[in-house]
T-cell receptor, first 114, second 114 residues
Framework: NAGVTQTPKFRILKIGQSMTLQCTQD?????MYWYRQDPGMGLKLIYY???????DKGEVPNGYNVSRSTTEDFPLRLELAAPSQTSVYFC?????????????FGPGTRLTVT | AQSVTQLGSHVSVSEGALVLLRCNYS??????LFWYVQYPNQGLQLLLK??????LVKGINGFEAEFKKSETSFHLTKPSAHMSDAAEYFC????????????FGAGTRLFVKA
């Protein structure tokens, strides 16, 4: 199993550009998540999904959109990139939504907006 | 609402010395607590988790953590540090009322000196 994979690993965007961060998992997990990690701030939840076709906002959703057309894929779309979106983005998945369920993380995408 | 506080953004120990990383939580309902480790340029991976079965939890790579309800703490320890333990460590909390929304601490970077 590859687990959770993310592409690209690195990206530099100019202000106002758009891009999609890709995330795929091969563990047949229903639950998937997008986080951003800023220095000294831990991880903040951007969006999550409880299954194909179902998504919801997390703590910091502004400036982002998601879709979940399949169980495996959960892309994150950035529209009109801003410097405040410079961060490291992690996709994660879990088998269930139970509070005791651990999350499995991808290797991350480092995004710089200039 | 739950929260997590990790005391110390950086901890430095000598190889062979005790590792102690501190985590305090706040929750009005019984919590589930996790420690994740992040090695450079990688995603987070689970070290151990507390799910109320036992207060002393053993994880991978010789780490363990003890849940102390009276102190609202879940500190991570390892008797003897190894160079390969150098990484960033995140404490996290979820609850049944919070569902699948995990709250992460800001992280503690562990340095190991030869």
């Amino acid at each position: 199993n590859a687990g959770v994979t993310q592409t690209p690993k690195f990206r530099i965007l100019k202000i106002g550009q758009s891009m999609t961060l890709q995330c795929t998992q091969d563990m047949n997990h229903n639950y998937m998540y997008w986080y951003r990690q800023d220095p000294g701030m831990g991880l903040k939840l951007i969006y999550y999904s409880v299954g194909a076709g179902i998504t919801d906002k997390g703590e910091v959703p502004n400036g982002y959109n998601v879709s979940r057309s399949t169980t495996e894929d959960f892309p994150l779309r950035l529209e009109l990139a801003a410097p405040s979106q410079t961060s490291v983005y992690f996709c994660a998945s879990s088998y269930s939504g139970e509070a005791s369920s651990e999350q499995y993380f991808g290797p991350g995408t480092r995004l710089t907006v200039t | 609402a739950q929260s997590v506080t990790q005391l110390g953004s950086h901890v430095s120990v000598s190889e062979g010395a005790l590792v102690l990383l501190r985590c305090n939580y706040s929750s009005s309902v019984p919590p589930y607590l996790f420690w994740y480790v992040q090695y450079p340029n990688q995603g987070l991976q689970l070290l151990l988790k507390y799910t109320s079965a036992a207060t002393l939890v053993k994880g991978i790579n010789g780490f363990e953590a003890e849940f102390k309800k009276s102190e609202t703490s879940f500190h991570l320890t390892k008797p003897s540090a190894h160079m390969s333990d150098a990484a960033e460590y995140f404490c996290a909390v979820t609850t049944n009322t919070g569902g699948f929304k995990t709250i992460f601490g800001a992280g503690t970077r562990l340095f190991v000196k030869a």
